[in-house]
């Protein structure tokens, strides 16, 4: 109990887990290769990366764990299988360090399920930055959906504009200063949407080092035009899982889509 109320302390004071002690291990290391299960679980739950050495030294003590022997029972085995599948897993899809990747991501047609900042907690259509005031709508904005790579920035919002953006995922941003997410941040900014502009046209805009789109027009009359940008429509995915003899409910089984696992299944409520 001890050890998993230090692994809490450590995310919420923010901690970066990816500090390495004397030896070169992280958090994430330590806790696999000593068995301490719901601190592993806690960090892989708050986005705990698992790449590098330390995230292989954290794999290959579960593949020891997940193979049976005389000392480690059967459930142990099976908790470890569980946490190395976890592991591999997070190191295919390793959390962005910073909210401009994320979105370039999502813009690009990717899937970013489960792959935030780990200081952001998606919830309702929204990302919150942990212990922050800051809100950024989890739609992507694009200015022009043809272009093959994109740059990101934010547009700061009142607040009936970014329920608009929220809900309908559309906005001209001709007349937004646009900026960066710690700019976002040193300004207190407490509500934004993330714009997505093809690669190339962002130019610096004033000496507070805000972005500006580049027109693709010249003269007076292109610089009075909007700037439409839209979200691409949301998807939806329900899944359910039923035995084909007798199409009876089970859950727990994996959901992958383009080969990443987005999730499970749900179990069966109990029979009342």
């Not at 709508?137 to 740059?151: G, M, N």
Request: proline letters at 7%.
């Amino acid at each position: 109990a001890g050890r998993l109320e230090f692994a809490e302390q450590l995310v919420q004071a923010m901690v970066d887990l990816e500090s390495r002690d004397a030896a070169g291990q992280t958090a994430l290391a330590i806790a696999a290769s000593h068995r301490h299960w719901e601190a592993l679980d806690l960090l892989l739950r708050e986005g705990c990366r698992v790449d590098g050495a330390s995230g292989a030294l954290a794999m290959a003590a579960m593949q020891r764990l997940a193979r049976p022997g005389p000392s480690r029972s059967g459930e142990e085995a099976e908790r470890a299988a569980e946490m190395l599948r976890r592991l591999v897993e997070r190191h295919q899809r390793a959390p962005a360090a910073r909210l401009e990747d994320y979105f370039e991501r999502l813009a690009a047609g990717e899937i970013v399920h489960g792959t935030q900042p780990r200081r952001y907690e998606v919830k309702d259509g929204v990302l919150r930055l942990r212990g922050g005031g800051l809100e950024v709508s989890a739609r992507v904005l694009i200015l022009d959906k043809s272009a093959s790579a994109f740059d990101v920035c934010f547009a700061p919002l009142a607040p009936g504009a970014f329920a608009s953006v929220v809900s309908a995922g559309v906005a001209d941003v001709s007349r937004c200063d646009l900026c960066s997410e710690q700019q976002l941040i040193d300004r207190n900014v407490p509500l934004a949407a993330p714009v997505a502009v093809p690669r190339g046209q962002l130019a610096a805009s004033g000496p507070d080092k805000s972005f500006s789109v580049k027109r693709p027009g010249a003269g007076p009359l292109a610089a009075q035009l909007p700037l439409i940008a839209r979200a691409p429509p949301p998807g939806g995915l329900r899944a359910e899982s039923v035995t084909s003899c007798c199409r009876e409910s089970i859950g727990g089984v994996d959901l992958v889509v383009d080969g990443i696992r987005v999730g499970e299944t749900n179990s069966p409520a109990p029979p009342s």
